[in-house]
């Protein structure tokens, strides 16, 4: 069975960072690309980082420069370094996992989501 545990979400004011967890488990199972997706009130969930098991990365437009993401791929875990944060940026952050086993593919599992709450 494969979980994806996000930790590090909370409050904090304009300006401050945060770093945002994913821990991925699942006996027998290779997690691939990962990533970090989230969903502002009111409007539908969107990509914000993604990052191969070979260190490649891209991101929104809206966070380049500002939040990095990381892996640990001995630990299956994946982090978003998010700096400068802006109010536009509360939101429920959710890890995500491109999930394969020998020669089969599961495709995309998520985590229950993280709330990232930033005030001005």
């Known amino acids: 069975q494969v979980q994806l545990a996000e930790s590090g979400g909370g409050w904090v004011q304009a300006g401050g960072s945060l770093r945002l967890s994913c821990v991925a488990s699942?006996?027998?199972?290779?997690?691939?690309?990962m990533g970090w997706y989230r969903r502002r009130p009111g409007k539908r969930r969107e990509v914000v980082a993604r990052i191969t098991t070979s260190g490649t990365t891209d991101y929104a437009d809206s966070v380049k420069g500002r939040f990095t993401i990381s892996r640990d791929n001995a630990k299956n875990t994946v982090y978003l370094q998010m700096n400068s944060l802006k109010p536009e940026d509360t939101a429920d952050y959710y890890c995500?996992?491109?999930?394969?086993?020998?020669?089969?593919?599961?495709?995309?599992?998520w985590g229950q989501g993280t709330q990232v709450t930033v005030s001005s």
């Open positions: 995500n996992a491109h999930v394969v086993s020998g020669r089969y593919d599961f495709g995309d599992y």
């Open positions: 699942g006996t027998g199972f290779r997690f691939d690309a």
